[in-house]
T-cell receptor
Framework: DAKTTQPNSMESNEEEPVHLPCNHS???????IHWYRQLPSQGPEYVIH???SNVNNRMASLAIAEDRKSSTLILHRATLRDAAVYYC?????????????FGKGTKLSVKP | DGGITQSPKYLFRKEGQNVTLSCEQN?????MYWYRQDPGQGLRLIYY???????QKGDIAEGYSVSREKKESFPLTVTSAQKNPTAFYLC??????????????FGDGTRLSIL
């Protein structure tokens, strides 16, 4: 699976939008971009995923660059409950093992 | 509500002792996974199972064993051969490894420490 690069940490103010970047310059044509987040002392939680087009769901939006070498997870209005480590993961469709390869992620802090 | 239950939340192991971590899911998922997380690090795959009575080693299987006798259960045993077992252990499930777009659902983990 291709590698992703994320900033170690980011800060945001409550009720402001947050843009979490992810670089994946070696992404292949069949790699999907997945985002998970992990709150303190809990298991990771699925946030969103996409292939080429931008995606929206109730939790967040995913903006994917035209060349697919980078993507951005967008939280439209950060709340204190959004403070977590956010992981950007590439998953190849049809991979036999099925597991997710987690890097260190971005630790998001939200200030009131 | 459907989900994954891991128990216990905290576990202590003595030297030379085997301990078993429980993972139960009621999501009717075929695939189940065990990950290990060390402080400040991402998750690493220990074992996974695509179907009952079948399981495969992940990247760091040495010192661990699993069984999959029932669809809903995937217990992990940390044996005395695992010399550095202190970590946060996470169990996950998904509909199946051949459906890679399916999100994985995680339990809330078991924190294992050495006495």
């Amino acid at each position: 699976d291709a590698k992703t690069t994320q900033p170690n940490s980011m800060e945001s103010n409550e009720e402001e939008p947050v843009h979490l970047p992810c670089n994946h310059s070696t992404i292949s044509g069949t790699d999907y971009i997945h985002w998970y987040r992990q709150l303190p002392s809990q298991g990771p939680e699925y946030v969103i995923h996409g292939l080429t087009s931008n995606v929206n769901n109730r939790m967040a939006s995913l903006a994917i660059a035209e060349d697919r070498k980078s993507s951005t997870l967008i939280l439209h209005r950060a709340t204190l409950r959004d403070a977590a480590v956010y992981y950007c993961i590439l998953k190849n469709y049809g991979g036999s093992q099925g597991n997710l390869i987690f890097g260190k992620g971005t630790k998001l802090s939200v200030k009131p | 509500d459907g989900g994954i239950t891991q128990s216990p939340k905290y576990l202590f192991r003595k030297e030379g002792q085997n301990v078993t971590l429980s993972c139960e899911q009621n999501l009717n998922h075929d695939a189940m996974y065990w990950y290990r997380q060390d402080p400040g690090q991402g998750l690493r795959l220990i074992y996974y199972s695509q179907i009952v009575n079948d399981f495969q080693k992940g990247d760091i299987a040495e010192g661990y064993s699993v069984s999959r006798e029932k669809k809903e259960s995937f217990p992990l045993t940390v044996t005395s051969a695992q010399k550095n077992p202190t970590a946060f252990y996470l169990c996950a499930s998904s509909r199946g490894t051949d459906r890679d777009l399916e999100p994985q659902h995680f339990g809330d983990g078991t924190r294992l420490s050495i006495l």
